[in-house]
């Protein structure tokens, strides 16, 4: 599919921000006064500007509030719920914390579970789409559910949870790609199944349904050459895990090593989100003789 850059910017932020959220409501770090404001500052801001950006995608913003009214059939939907609640509750222990050096341990925790939530709603709406078999697989809601989880552990400073969760990410971003080279295949689905002409024998395509280019061929078709793909990969299993891991074991905790494996990671998410968009393959480019 298309690697919209509001797509990998709104999964990238939001991700980030609430997967830091998550561990400051969980108390592994209680910070107060001016460092809680900062800590705090920074996970609001960065899932806030992911939301933000998530909203610009749709064709029509101005309908962004329509999105909180189809909760019970939609993930999207879902996912907007989730987040303004985990907001919410968030916030009397963020004020207490920052304001009172007072933090209300229930709303933090009920406000890291709704963080964690969201998160899984944003993969959901991904995982669910049959027509996608390479997001429809257990892997989807692992890889963020992991990099929300891996990234907020190093934003708050919690080395030991963010080294094993660095080796967990690695391991899911290898399985997620090693299943997902093989969902197309594995769905059954061929350009028989996509004509519906397969009881005529095999289908090639003698010319495109169109001579002009059209919503479904931006949108649905995006073809990546094995060769940068498999380049990518590299850069994001390194930059994403094994360097920002490294980072952690080999220098002494300063904000330096932090500051350090941070960027690392930041890089190597950027390039597995835009994979993940680039590398997914609907089964209407199938249609279009387009793999």
Not at 94 to 103: D, L
Not at 210 to 232: D, I, S
Request: aromatic fraction near 10%; hydrophobic fraction near 55%; charged fraction near 10%.
């Amino acid at each position: 599919m298309h690697p919209a850059p509001s797509l990998i910017i709104f999964t990238t932020l939001s991700g980030l921000g609430f997967g830091l959220l998550a561990w400051l409501g969980a108390g592994a770090l209680v910070p107060t006064g001016w460092v809680g404001f900062v800590f705090y500052a920074l996970g609001y801001g960065l899932a806030g500007a992911g939301l933000v950006t998530s909203a610009a995608h749709l064709g029509h913003p101005e309908r962004a509030l329509k999105a909180f009214t189809q909760w019970r059939t939609s993930w999207l939907s879902r996912e907007a719920v989730l987040s303004v609640g985990a907001l919410l509750l968030m916030a009397p222990h963020a004020a207490g914390s920052v304001f009172f050096a007072t933090p209300l341990p229930v709303f933090g925790w009920l406000g890291a579970v709704f963080c964690v939530a969201t998160v899984f709603a944003t993969s959901m709406i991904y995982a669910q789409i049959r027509a996608v078999p390479r997001w429809h697989h257990w892997t989807t809601p692992a890889l963020f559910l992991a990099f929300a989880l891996s990234g907020g552990a190093l934003l708050s400073g919690q080395i030991t949870a963010a080294a094993l969760l660095l080796a967990l990410l690695a391991v899911v971003m290898v399985l997620h790609w090693h299943f997902g080279d093989r969902r197309l295949a594995e769905a059954g689905s061929t350009p028989e199944t996509a004509t519906g002409l397969g009881f005529m024998g095999r289908v090639r395509l003698f010319e495109p349904p169109h001579t002009g280019a059209n919503y479904l061929l931006r949108e649905m078709v995006h073809v990546v050459g094995r060769k940068h793909a498999v380049k990518l990969r590299v850069i994001a299993l390194l930059g994403a895990a094994v360097l920002p891991a490294l980072v952690l074991a080999a220098l002494p905790a300063s904000h330096l090593a932090a500051g350090l494996a941070i960027a690392l990671h930041g890089v190597g998410l950027m390039a597995s989100r835009w994979l993940f968009f680039a590398e997914a393959e609907h089964v209407v480019g199938l249609y279009y003789g387009r793999r």
